[in-house]
């Protein structure tokens, strides 16, 4: 499975605007120095294999946001805000004005706008967007996190608030990752 290079971009634009270029030319040196792949120009289409991804992403954490792999969802967020910005690279998905079609049309392809592997299906129903990702063929908190804090960042700049909930998660043993996210009122 790859992860196509918009992610590390927005990673990249994100720590550059709190934490300044010179840090981030140091981190991808210090990355570069662990894996050659690194020391390639990463553009929006070049695919990353999953596992360098999680190497840059577990790095990343650790340098930036002292180990806490809770911030993966604070980068999910970040992410969704970056994307579906006014200027963002994928702003037309939120032309879809319908709530139910926004979660079961659009938000499976969030996930295959970054990823070419694994499977989502998404349901809206009794106020509940359902989210399952299945297909994956390794485990890493990484992908939980990072989908839950874009999915309900999408959701909420789509116009709803949400509680989010995780049903079935792979990091705790599942074959598959399946969050609930309850629609309150906006």
């Not at 020391?39 to 002292?66: C, Y």
């Amino acid at each position: 499975m790859n992860v196509k290079g918009t992610v590390y971009l927005t990673g990249k634009t994100t720590i550059i605007a709190v934490f300044g270029e010179e840090r981030w030319n140091s981190f991808v040196a210090g990355l570069a120095a662990k894996d050659k792949f690194f020391s390639n120009i990463i553009m929006s289409v070049t695919p990353i294999p999953v596992d360098k991804f999680i190497l840059f992403l577990d790095e990343l954490i650790r340098e930036f946001f002292n180990n806490d792999s809770k911030h993966y969802l604070t980068f999910g967020k970040a992410a969704a805000q970056f994307a579906l910005s006014p200027d963002g690279p994928y702003k037309s998905y939120l032309l879809i004005k319908d709530l139910k079609q926004f979660v079961e049309s659009v938000m499976p392809k969030f996930w295959s706008t970054y990823f070419d592997g694994g499977i989502v299906t998404a349901k809206f129903e009794n106020n509940i967007a359902h989210i399952k990702i299945a297909g994956l063929q390794f485990k890493h908190n990484y992908f939980e996190y990072l989908i839950m804090g874009y999915f309900q960042k999408a959701l909420k700049i789509f116009g709803k608030k949400t509680v989010a909930k995780r049903i079935r998660s792979m990091a705790a043993g599942d074959d598959d990752i399946y969050f609930q996210f309850e629609i309150k009122d906006s």
